[in-house]
């Protein structure tokens, strides 16, 4: 079954401890993108990688690290995470450059205190 | 840099009333524009597109939305909505580069 999986799903942590959430897909896409989602602001993407090695900055990057050393893989580091960093996250992957279809996981809900 | 703007925060409508959502976006060039659905406690999943075309796009669930490039409007419209049609909706846009960029969404509520 072709997915998209994170985890934790859920997470309470405090400020300042590093944490890792995983993004793995199984669809040999080469798109990979992490997004949060806030009320009143929708989704806003982090980061984004087009294939192995390769990311970018998307429009919200400020507190967040990226890897993508495995095509299978994409990792949101959160380095010295803090309260505003608390929300829901989204990973997503594409075959391509259009994110047509964008397949999503089913979502991290982080809470920072 | 582009933007993507929904003006309608929070729609409340009865049933079989009909729906237009606003969307509109600021870039200028060849542009890709959807719309996507979140249902309560689900993920993303895609309404319709407009890539190039028939201006007038259908999508699933009844959907439909119109590409009007003077306007730079993609509004979302359905000419009878369902209690099941509530939801939280995005419009979104990406235009030469690979980065895809999402509204603030629209949330619908749909009374019996």
């Known amino acids: 079954e072709a997915q998209v999986t994170q985890n934790p799903r859920y997470l309470i942590t405090v400020t300042g401890k590093k944490l890792t959430v995983t993004c793995s897909q199984n669809?040999?896409?080469?798109?990979m993108s992490w997004y949060r989602q806030d009320p009143g602001l929708g989704l806003r993407q982090i980061y984004y990688?087009?294939?192995?090695?390769?990311?970018d900055k998307g429009d919200v990057p400020e507190g967040y690290k990226v890897s993508r050393k495995e095509k299978r893989n994409f990792p949101l580091i959160l380095e010295s995470p803090s309260p505003n960093q608390t929300s829901l996250y989204f990973c997503a992957s594409s075959s391509n450059r259009d994110w047509q279809p964008q397949h999503f996981g089913d979502g991290t809900r982080l809470s920072i205190l | 840099a582009q933007s993507v703007s929904q003006h309608n925060h929070h729609v409340i409508l009865s049933e079989a009333a009909s729906l237009e959502l606003g969307c509109n976006y600021s870039y200028g060039g060849t542009v890709n524009l959807f719309w996507y659905v979140q249902y309560p406690g689900q993920h993303l999943q895609l309404l319709l597109k407009?890539?190039?075309?028939?201006?007038l796009v259908k999508g699933i669930k009844g959907f439909e939305a119109e590409f009007i490039k003077s306007k730079f409007s993609f509004n979302l419209r359905k000419p009878s909505v369902q209690w099941s049609d509530t939801a939280e909706y995005f419009c979104a846009g990406r235009d030469g580069t690979d980065k895809l960029i999402f509204g603030t969404g629209t949330r619908l509520q749909v009374f019996p």
């Open positions: 669809m040999n896409h080469e798109y």
């Open positions: 990688s087009m294939n192995v090695e390769v990311t």
């Open positions: 407009y890539f190039s075309g028939d201006p």
